[in-house]
């Protein structure tokens, strides 16, 4: 049985490649617009924790403690908003539940194809990122405008191409953070597991 504190570190150190290729793929793209909290652009850098918390408390522990830090995340973003104004509360709260629909989504039904291409995860992640992002953004605008009775500034189309943008490069980042992941920590269990094999021989 493996340890519980390595189990924490081998959590911590997974979780990280995600999130650290996600930030990556932002940079590049916005510059240091993913470390300020007010632009879209740090999508790529809260997303990526969401997502990567969640799909490593699937891997590790169980599903209940999937959901349950989800809570917990959704919880840090309503608590860290710079706005209290009802339409960016429940765009924090769409795109939460978004972003762990999608992993669990992934995870229950998609992981299993993950040995067929290296790039198998980071595909799949961006399309079903792209889908859920955009019926988040589609129901978010559509509550707005009629209970909350708020002008977003966008119509229909411009959600669904910002929502898809995002959700499509995001998804393809953390999809390619975890099959990085797999691979780098798969090859140092080998490696640990050959080494342990040939200490037993001597």
Known sequence: ?????????????HSLVPIICSIAVGFI???DGVFHRSNGSFQFLWSAVVASVVYNLLLFLRPRDASAGLLLLLMATLLTTESTRVAFILRDIFYVGAIG??????FRYF???AHLHYAYSAITLAGIYGVVYVIA???HLAI??????????GNIVLVAENTAFFGLLIGFAVGAGI???DKIFGQIKKMGEGATADHRRQ
């Not at 707005?144 to 500034?153: K, L, Q, S």
Request: proline share 2%.
């Open 101 to 106: 629909a999608a992993i669990m989504m992934y």
């Open 1 to 13: 049985m493996v340890p519980s504190t390595s189990r924490v570190q081998q959590f911590i150190l």
């Open 29 to 31: 793209l916005f510059q």
């Open 179 to 181: 099959s990085l992941a």
């Open 111 to 113: 992981k299993q194809g």
């Open 144 to 153: 707005i405008r009629t209970f909350v009775m708020e002008d977003t500034g």
């Open 137 to 139: 953004g589609e129901i």
